[in-house]
């Protein structure tokens, strides 16, 4: 509306300009007069038709409001004809991130334990342009929705999310499950209105306490993982002796089984032909009286 008040001000001007230039005395003066007032007139009507006729960008909406009253209908991208006399409010129907410019939101929340933690979150979501006039309605501006529904979504839903949740599970290496839960809570604060794509949860950070408490639990855990290794170590070289002495038993029953009185007697009539000259030998007698006789040579 205020560039339709400038556009007929300024058409006024050139008026007065134009209808002053006769009364001049000086034919110069009136012709400049003259022009000049036509120029203004010129302006101020190219001023009312730039009013009259509004483009709306690629990846946004306009919402149409005339004294107090917003058009039902928002209007889609392209060139459209409106009342000169009303106000047009854009706003962008792209994906967002929150905060802007990369930052994140600082929020406390309690776990399932009672245990205060900070998280730092952003997300990234994006304006229903079909709900746009009746948003403008309620809260104003984008930047307005942005602070009304956006930031009160996102610290409600994370608080809720988190209520839900273990320290540990809070802390786990996989935070996927935990931003899924988060962006479902933001979602279902904000409703229809705005569309939640993805929850990032950047930095989780606890009491000094809590997490010197899981700094213990975690190498605690190492402390037994290589523990468990060890025994296993442990119980494969016993298992390995065990498989061994099996073995040497096995073996030890066979040689057993195979010395017979023939072998035996075979095997002491070949080793008398070995043993060197000189050799003094026990002969086992059938009375059980050694006998001593000197052999060897292999003669």
Same mark, same amino acid.
């Given at each position: ?86 106000? !047009? &409010?854009?706003?962008?129907? $792209? =994906? @967002? ?9 600082? %929020? ?105 408490? !899981? &700094?213990?639990?975690?190498? $605690? =855990? @190492? ?9 296993? %170590? ?66």
């Amino acid at each position: 509306m205020g560039q339709i008040i400038l556009a007929i001000i300024v058409i006024l001007i050139g008026a007065v300009i134009r209808a002053a230039g006769p009364a001049t005395r000086k034919p110069h003066a009136a012709g400049t007069a003259k022009v000049a007032g036509y120029g203004f007139m010129f302006a101020g009507v190219l001023l009312a038709v730039s009013n009259v006729l509004t483009v709306i960008s690629v990846g946004e909406v306009g919402v149409l409001h005339f004294l107090g009253t917003v058009h039902e209908r928002p209007l889609d991208q392209g060139v459209h004809l409106v009342n000169p006399l009303a106000s !047009i &409010e854009k706003m962008s129907i $792209r =994906e @967002q991130s929150f905060p802007e410019g990369g930052g994140v939101e600082r %929020i406390e929340a309690q776990t399932s334990e009672q245990l205060n933690v900070t998280l730092e979150v952003s997300i990234l979501f994006q304006l229903d342009g079909a709900v746009a006039p009746e948003l403008y309605s309620r809260l104003g501006s984008e930047r307005s929705i942005k602070s009304s529904i956006v930031l009160n979504a996102m610290r409600n839903g994370v608080r809720d999310a988190v209520a839900t949740k273990s320290i540990n599970e809070i802390f786990s290496p996989n935070r996927r499950e935990l931003a899924t839960d988060m962006l479902n809570e933001i979602q279902a604060k904000a409703g229809d209105r705005i569309e939640v794509v993805e929850v990032f949860v950047r930095d989780v950070q606890a009491p000094p306490r809590v997490r010197e408490a !899981i &700094e213990a639990k975690l190498e $605690r =855990e @190492q402390e037994v993982e290589q523990e468990r290794f060890q025994t296993e %170590i442990i119980q494969e070289r016993a298992q390995q002796e065990i498989e061994e002495a099996k073995g040497i038993a096995e073996a030890q029953k066979i040689i057993t089984e195979g010395l017979t009185p023939a072998y035996l007697t075979y095997h002491y009539i070949q080793q008398l032909g070995d043993m060197p000259p000189g050799s003094v030998v026990y002969v086992p007698t059938e009375g059980g009286v050694p006998l001593m006789r000197s052999v060897g040579g292999g003669n």
